[in-house]
């Protein structure tokens, strides 16, 4: 299926692409995949007096039959699941079965949110004063604009849009300017979807197209008390600074550095799978990519040069075709970044294994060979976050080394252990370990589960999307005491008696 097949069988008014202003491009070759028109002004500000009264409506909906929303939005992604994935291929470039893993995420974050429209619980407190209690509930908040970034242009907005709405909220997207296609896909079947369910208001899910500026008008807008945002670190420290002027909330999903720490004991065999999976996956376009390694110098040489086997084997190429596991990168600028980095990394001292153009026959995309890095020690390029495959490996000596090179950036998104050492393990999970958001043991740090609360610390954010409670973000708590008692006993034994 091509680009307009897939949209006509999701059910899009493919006369919505035409001349429009916003170019799809794919990276597999470069070819238009369609246009869609970028919102101006008065269209901005119409979509969100439009989200704000769908917001007005939906909140009075019980939060269960917000779920039966969700629960057949999240059926429909399951019928149309080939076509979905097909558009992620041809618009972001992802191989075939990272594609499906997309799309199945988005039906496995509508299945938690369907369970959890039932168990939105507050608590109940213990009252000092007699003939009282008190009760903590959990209302819906308003319109929340969700701002995406390319690399996971459905599973990201689906986090946030599954439990804005069975949390009784409105939401407004903005999803990245390289990725237009696979929104209108994705908001065109929760659309068919509401329009035929009885309390879903009209404009209870919207779109805005268009680039930063749209992003920097939603975060700017009053109306909207959350406003949820993944992306770089640049975008996130203008939307924190910019939604906290108005004392709105932020939820900030943003750029990572994750490393990957190879001890004495690890299983090589599952060190190079995972590794070679975290940092070549996805061309190295995940924000959890590994991009730092270190290794025991017991263990350096042998698992190096098996990690230069296994990059010069990865097949490189069309992303469309059985067998491929590195697709192409988003844009030429992202190629350029990386070739930077390269550089930056080799005047540091680094050594390069791989990381050069690869020719693919008949496509004019960015393809590279993923990059080995061995570096002398940290310094500047390896502290930044370079968005391609480039993994910067360092030799080690103790764990509390390796462990202080992990929290020694200013991101804290993943990191990973490869250990059968239960004292290593044990520590690298404690208080004094990992500073990161994710941690994990003899997994990479990539390809989390929907059911934990997913987001980092420091410099990626600080937010929590997805699982666990990560819910009460899109709330807003109220404390409740009621007085049953008939006399007006005051907190703290205060006396304040009137005639
Ligand atoms: P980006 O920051 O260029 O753009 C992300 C989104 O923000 C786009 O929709 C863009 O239009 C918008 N935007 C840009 N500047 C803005 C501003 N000043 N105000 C409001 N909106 C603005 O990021 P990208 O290149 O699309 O994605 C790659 C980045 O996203 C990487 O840094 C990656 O680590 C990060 N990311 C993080 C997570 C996470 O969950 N932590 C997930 C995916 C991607």
Known sequence: ????????????????????????????????????????????????????????QWRRVPAPRRGELVRLFGESVRRHKQALATLITLEVGKITSEA????????????????????????????????HHM???????????????????????????????ICGNSIVWKPSEKTPLTALALASLLDAVARDFPEAPTHLSTVVHGGRDVGESLAADRR???????????????????????FGRSLLELGGNNAIIVAPTAHEDLAVRAITFAAAGTAGQRCTTARRLYVHASRYDSLVSRLQRAYASLAVGDPRVAGTLVGPLIDATAFEAMQTALADARAAGGRVHGGERVAVPGLDGYYVRPALVEMPHPCAVTARETFAPILYVFRYETLAEAVAGNNGVAQGLSSSLMTRDLMES????????????????????????????????????????????????????????VNYSGALPLAQGVQFDVE
């Open 224 to 246: 909207i008390p959350l406003v949820s945002a993944t992306g770089s670190t640049r975008m996130g420290r203008d939307v924190a600074v910019t939604v906290a002027g108005r």
């Open 100 to 131: 499906a893993g997309e799309v199945q995420e988005v039906i496995d974050i509508c299945d938690f949110a369907v369970g959890l429209s039932r168990q939105l619980y507050g608590l109940t407190i213990a009252s000092e004063r007699p003939g």
């Open 1 to 56: 299926m091509n680009a307009f097949e897939c949209l006509q069988s999701l059910g899009v008014d493919v006369r919505a692409l035409d001349g429009g202003d916003l170019v799809s491009r794919s990276p597999i070759d470069g070819t238009e995949l369609g246009r869609v028109r970028v919102a101006d002004p008065a269209q901005r500000e119409q979509t969100v007096a439009a989200s704000v009264a769908a917001f007005l």
């Open 426 to 481: 044990e520590w690298f999970l404690s208080a004094e370990g990992s500073d990161c958001g994710i941690a994990n043991i003899n997994i990479g740090p990539s390809g989390a589960e929907i059911g934990g609360a997913f987001g980092g610390e420091k410099e990626t954010g600080g937010g929590r999307e997805s699982g666990s409670d990560a819910w009460k973000a899109y709330m807003r708590r109220q404390t409740q005491t």
């Open 135 to 165: 009760q903590e509930r959990w209302h819906p908040l308003g319109p929340v604009a969700i701002i995406t970034a390319f690399n996971f242009p459905m599973a990201v907005w689906s986090w946030n849009a599954a439990l804005a709405l």
